[in-house]
């Protein structure tokens, strides 16, 4: 009953769907192909252990919020098994790999609904690079409708579940004696390590997802890694 009601609600959806994935152009597919590659679970875990090297609460609150989120969006792919729009509809435009089941929610866009909230937690509503980030991520997550392997409501859903597990493990946070964490060197000694592993990983051979979005496996363990040794210099 659950995955007929969910198969209506995805099929009323339609309209936006086509909205959004019939808007293509060579513009759009630059774009989108590579920023709906931001809410790649690697990625997110990465930004997330360089969030622990400045804010450690927020950092561990965040990753551990990314994980169980992701968690939850698993358990629901499984539970449901709802097909993705290929499989339903006619000349969908897709970036990257076609994919056909597993679609409800989105765990690119449960990943980036983290960081559509950990925006405003790490700066305010009143400062401009809350907006600019959460908008990013917002964006990252309608890519997934535009490159043809979510639903509307796979997004909508996903970024929910993401925004409300970050706020639950941000109020959760609260309650860590994380003060007495960072009397110790290895405070940011092992979120350091961390993110030397997770960029090690992502830029030598990871497949990201959508392949589109390859460039990130450069950038970003780059740009990682330059913020570690600026952070490594700072604390040694």
Request: aromatic share 12%.
């Amino acid at each position: 009953m659950r995955s007929v009601a969910l198969m209506q609600a995805a099929a009323d959806s339609h309209p936006l769907f086509r909205l959004i994935n019939d808007a293509h152009s060579t513009v759009g597919d630059l774009f989108f192909g590579a920023v709906t590659g931001l809410g790649d679970g690697l990625v997110i875990s990465l930004l997330c252990s360089l969030l622990m090297l400045f804010r450690l609460r927020l950092g561990i609150a965040a990753e551990l919020a990314y994980l169980i989120s992701g968690l939850i969006a698993q358990i629901l792919k499984r539970m449901f098994d709802m097909p993705r729009p290929p499989a339903l509809l006619d000349h969908v435009h897709v970036l990257g790999q076609t994919l056909t089941s597993h679609s409800f929610p989105s765990g690119h866009a449960t990943s980036d609904g983290v960081m559509v909230l950990l925006a405003f937690l790490i700066w305010s509503y009143r400062d401009w690079r809350s907006w600019s980030v959460s908008a990013l991520f917002a964006l990252a997550a309608i890519g997934r409708i535009y490159v043809g392997v979510h639903f509307p409501l796979d997004v909508a859903v996903g970024l929910f579940i993401g925004m409300a597990t970050m706020w639950l493990f941000w109020r959760w946070s609260a309650a860590w004696p994380v003060a007495a964490w960072q009397t110790s060197a290895w405070a940011w000694k092992i979120p350091g390590l961390i993110v030397a592993i997770q960029a090690a990983v992502l830029g030598l051979g990871y497949q990201i997802q959508p392949s589109t979005a390859s460039a990130l496996t450069l950038i970003i363990p780059v740009a990682s890694l330059v913020i570690l040794m600026q952070v490594w210099k700072q604390k040694a």
